[in-house]
């Protein structure tokens, strides 16, 4: 026989189940009402840099301001491929966001690659970079890249001025030649450092660190964040101080992605990726001191290449200026604006 305080307990749970059950539909049906738009953020810049630290902000930021509408994953340090398959990934939508330099676009685009720093030399200062990238023609580089390659630049990034590291002494151009030095996989840039008399040597750029240590390079050139990030100084303990190339990074939104979006959405991406990344490129501007005295720490010995032989590096390469510029008028016209910004 059925205990009468078993019995209505029994009746409550079942009360409960049901309402709860009745309830489910609605539930369900408001969950459907409001699409998700997946937002895969890969790129290969190292976990705890200023621009990885920079995604992750941006990836809260439009998950908790979307109201749960975008979902953000953010993958760092080439976790779903290199910067070959991460550049690809955002121009057919199979990622829908990475980050590179503009200078990745020579073949394509080659007056946005300008913007990307190539050939070396072309960027003076920070104050000449915000007036470039800040300015009319960061946002025209923007249009024709939506153009020409399927994505949009939200905003501008930046890994800062590059130097060189490498596991010889770097104390003048003398010391440069037959340095097998590790270059982008771009014809401006063997050719930059071919004028200098090394031995430029392409390679994908996860394959540094591994490179440096069997011996197939002597060096690469880089910024004092990645050194440490990647740990390149394990392998490369001197770093001469050059600033040949300044490496601004375009957040690259894959443009039918960010079109699918409803415009509030739209405008979310763009402002709060402009409002990240001005940031980061605060940061990084104010910590690059302190990451190098880190290095020091480390064991790597810092030279500064005295101003004679910077202005002769400068000078050897300068002719790349018009060869550069050969790839169409519009080419040669955004060099002769960005240099007049300067």
Known sequence: ???????????????????????????????????????????????????????????????????????????????LGGLTEALEGSRIGTIQVTTAGPDMEETIAPEIAALGGAPGFIYKND??????????????????????TGVEFVAYGETGFRHILSKTPVHS??????????????RIWVD???????????????????????????AIESDVFSVEGFRFYEQARHMTMTGHW??????????????????????LVRSSAQEAFA???RVNR??????????????????????DQLAEMESRTEELFDRFGEASPETAEMIAAIRALG
């Open 173 to 186: 151009l003398d010391d440069l030649q037959g340095l097998k030095i590790r270059v982008p996989q771009l």
């Open 127 to 148: 104050a000449h970079v915000d007036a470039v990238l800040q300015g009319e023609l960061g946002q025209r580089a923007s249009q024709i890249a939506r153009e020409k």
């Open 192 to 218: 930059f450092w071919a004028l200098l008399g090394t031995a430029p040597t392409p390679l994908p750029y996860s394959e540094q660190y591994s490179a440096l240590s069997t011996g197939i390079i002597d």
């Open 1 to 79: 026989m059925t205990n009468p305080t078993e019995f209505r307990h029994t009746r409550r749970a079942f009360l409960a189940t049901g309402t709860a059950a009745l309830a489910m539909p609605a539930i369900a049906t408001r969950g459907l009402a409001q699409q998700v738009w997946t937002c895969r953020i890969a790129h290969t810049e190292g976990v705890g840099t200023p621009i990885t630290n920079a995604f992750e902000a941006w990836a809260q930021t439009l998950n908790s301001e979307s109201g749960g509408r975008i979902d953000a994953q953010h993958f760092p340090a080439a976790q």
């Open 286 to 307: 104010s910590l690059a001191d302190e990451t190098l005295e880190r290095l020091k720490e480390q064991g790597v010995e810092v030279f500064e290449l005295p101003g």
């Open 246 to 267: 300044f490496l601004p990074k375009a957040v690259r939104v894959n443009a039918a992605w960010l079109d699918s979006l409803p415009d509030d959405l739209q405008d």
């Open 279 to 281: 940031e980061q490129r």
